[in-house]
């Protein structure tokens, strides 16, 4: 139970921060420096790539969004693996298949695969420079409250990319549809799961509008490419 509880919130918050800017052809490259839960954390947009480098997880995860492709970069073992997006949602769906009927009725009545009701609330805080617009997104399993930056906009495919990464709960959920109505990157999101009113919180500290260099978006010289241990 509480491990199921734990990974629930750890992908509605990757989920909610992955919010796509709806209609944005291009994108600006720009770096999110942020508090997370699991400690700081670095988010490098690209056109063409996203990278989010967790240290407290310990994996980086790239999204190769030009290739469909996802990179997991393991810092502890030096250590890479690629899969593609296709693999990615086959890997999700397989894994929600084979959930038994307990784990099934318990995200049933947790509310993980019911759909969001999207809230917008109006002007938000200004938020590392940037002004933001206020909204609420609500399913039976949690409700958060988001700070959009409408002015950074997100690359097409981003938010299928992460969704994707997911896994079992990534291909179960239905919140899509109400991320994609949340126009530009969050900068601060507060989620409250419903079952035991943990909250987690994410705000940025810095944004960096410099070019990133392009080894951002791969794995680091000397890492060995190894097979995706799921």
């Given at each position: 139970m509480?491990?199921?509880?734990?990974?629930?919130?750890?992908?509605?918050?990757?989920?909610?921060?992955?919010?796509?800017?709806?209609?944005?052809s291009?994108?600006?490259?720009?770096?999110?420096?942020?508090?997370?839960?699991?400690?700081?954390?670095?988010?490098?947009?690209?056109?063409k790539?996203?990278?989010?480098?967790?240290?407290?997880?310990?994996?980086?995860v790239?999204?190769?969004?030009?290739?469909?492709?996802?990179?997991?970069?393991?810092?502890?073992?030096?250590t890479?693996?690629?899969?593609?997006?296709?693999?990615?949602?086959?890997h999700?769906?397989?894994?929600?298949?084979?959930?038994?009927?307990?784990?099934?009725?318990?995200?049933?009545?947790?509310?993980?695969?019911?759909?969001?009701?999207?809230?917008?609330?109006?002007?938000?805080?200004?938020?590392?420079?940037?002004?933001?617009?206020?909204?609420?997104?609500?399913?039976p399993?949690?409700?958060?409250?988001?700070?959009?930056?409408?002015?950074?906009?997100?690359?097409?495919?981003?938010?299928?990319?992460?969704?994707?990464?997911?896994?079992?709960?990534?291909a179960?959920?239905?919140?899509?549809?109400g991320?994609?109505?949340?126009?530009?990157?969050?900068?601060?999101?507060v989620?409250?799961?419903?079952?035991?009113?943990?909250?987690?919180?994410?705000?940025?500290?810095?944004?960096?509008?410099?070019?990133?260099?392009?080894?951002?978006?791969?794995?680091p010289?000397?890492?060995?490419?190894?097979?995706?241990?799921?």
């Amino acid at each position: 139970m509480r491990q199921t509880i734990r990974s629930v919130a750890r992908w509605t918050c990757t989920l909610a921060i992955a919010a796509a800017a709806s209609g944005a052809s291009a994108a600006q490259e720009y770096t999110v420096k942020m508090n997370g839960a699991n400690g700081p954390l670095t988010i490098y947009v690209s056109p063409k790539a996203v990278r989010r480098t967790e240290p407290g997880l310990h994996v980086d995860v790239i999204y190769r969004l030009a290739e469909a492709k996802i990179l997991y970069i393991d810092n502890d073992q030096k250590t890479y693996s690629e899969v593609t997006l296709e693999e990615a949602r086959q890997h999700g769906a397989k894994a929600a298949a084979e959930m038994s009927p307990q784990q099934k009725a318990m995200m049933t009545t947790m509310g993980v695969n019911a759909p969001a009701r999207v809230t917008k609330v109006g002007p938000g805080d200004t938020i590392a420079g940037f002004a933001t617009e206020k909204y609420v997104m609500k399913t039976p399993a949690m409700e958060t409250e988001v700070l959009a930056a409408p002015a950074l906009t997100v690359p097409d495919g981003y938010y299928d990319m992460t969704r994707a990464s997911a896994g079992a709960l990534g291909a179960a959920s239905q919140q899509g549809d109400g991320l994609k109505t949340i126009k530009g990157m969050i900068l601060k999101r507060v989620g409250t799961l419903a079952m035991n009113k943990i909250t987690t919180t994410e705000v940025a500290t810095a944004v960096d509008t410099a070019p990133i260099p392009p080894a951002t978006f791969g794995p680091p010289a000397g890492y060995k490419k190894v097979p995706k241990g799921w």
